[in-house]
């Protein structure tokens, strides 16, 4: 075998594993550990690989650059209209100052279509992922994401929180703390002297933990919770006549999951004739379209971009340092945006 067929084979499996031990690849070569460590030296002088102890490592993002080379990471979201345009701006920003590029695939929440674009971005030979799976990993992932990891690519989960002990316990994360959030949003209507609140969501990844946030802002503060749910299409005629008799009953304030939802709720209740922030106080969660509203409405917003930059970090990061780096899970706290839905109850 020639020497320039042997270093393409060596770029390959680096590429391919992100580090590989030099007795490995001399078996694999069937080459001499004296050819090999020929090889290795004279691509880790043209700065192809790293030379690590035993083995030899990708070149981390800065040296690709440099070279006019660039990593290519996977990015796996379940939409691309509605809040994960600001995950991906920060991701690819975060990228392309750190030399490398992103591939984006969307599942349009399809377990299925996870899957698939998952195998695409893998079989185009992406050397790290970014997975925003369609729903809080599970044990139903835990056969995907073992393969993933024999298959030796990198990833990181990306505002989603695997659960201890689930299958993506110790893979790396970077996610907005939800319940941080509506723990903000809740506690700005406590201070406002709101007694009874009420909370909106229809079922999603984070509502969960939304709930969990919202909870534990009543328990502390002293407040009296009421739950309404949200149908998957927004809030129906019958969903919002429930919450103008709960108006009527006494509650003075809404945290509504997520603000699309807030938006058609506020045009709803403007029909029935409740005044927004004179009869019920609303916080919208997401501030997507929040300040479009009329009234603006307050809103809690999650650092989405933040988010996406931090996931691109912790991914080249272990791209860079390879699997005996522990493993990190990062929670971005959301911000509250305080606009005129909100005030003292009357």
Avoid at 35 to 51: C, F, S, W
Avoid at 99 to 123: F, N, W
Wanted: hydrophobic letters at 40%; one cysteine or more; proline letters at 6%.
């Amino acid at each position: 075998m020639f020497a320039e067929q042997r270093h393409e084979l060596i770029l390959r499996e680096v590429r391919e594993r992100g580090s590989v031990r030099l007795a490995e690849l001399a078996d694999r070569l069937n080459v001499s550990m004296v050819t090999l460590r020929r090889d290795v030296e004279q691509l880790a002088a043209q700065g192809l690989v790293n030379r690590v102890h035993g083995g030899i490592t990708r070149p981390d993002p800065a040296q690709e650059a440099a070279k006019g080379r660039s990593l290519t990471l996977g990015m796996l979201v379940p939409s691309a209209m509605y809040y994960f345009p600001a995950v991906i701006k920060g991701a690819r920003e975060q990228a392309e100052r750190l030399g490398a590029r992103i591939v984006l695939g969307v599942s349009r929440y399809s377990d299925d279509e996870d899957r698939t674009q998952v195998k695409q971005l893998v079989d185009g030979g992406v050397e790290g992922l970014l997975l925003t799976p369609s729903r809080q990993p599970d044990a139903s992932h835990e056969a995907w994401l073992r393969e993933l990891s024999e298959l030796g690519v990198p990833a990181v989960l990306v505002e989603r929180r695997a659960e201890l002990g689930g299958p993506a316990s110790l893979l790396d994360a970077a996610a907005s703390h939800h319940a941080h959030g509506a723990y903000l949003g809740t506690r700005h209507l406590a201070e406002l002297g709101h007694l009874r609140v009420g909370l909106m969501s229809r079922r999603s990844p984070t509502a969960p933990r939304v709930r969990h946030g919202f909870l534990a802002a009543v328990d502390d503060l002293g407040l009296e919770p009421v739950h309404l749910a949200v149908e998957q299409e927004g809030p129906s005629r019958e969903q919002v006549a429930e919450v103008v008799e709960a108006i009527r009953d006494g509650v003075t304030a809404l945290l509504v999951h997520n603000d699309e939802d807030t938006l058609l709720l506020v045009q709803h209740l403007r029909v029935a004739g409740v005044r927004i922030p004179d009869e019920v106080s609303i916080v919208a969660y997401d501030d997507e379209v929040a300040l479009l509203s009329d009234p603006p409405l307050t809103a809690v917003a999650p650092p989405k971009a933040a988010v996406g930059r931090c996931a691109v970090d912790l991914l080249v990061s272990r791209i860079e340092e390879g699997p005996d780096r522990p493993a990190r899970q990062v929670a971005l706290l959301p911000e509250l945006r305080v606009r005129e839905s909100t005030a003292p109850p009357r």
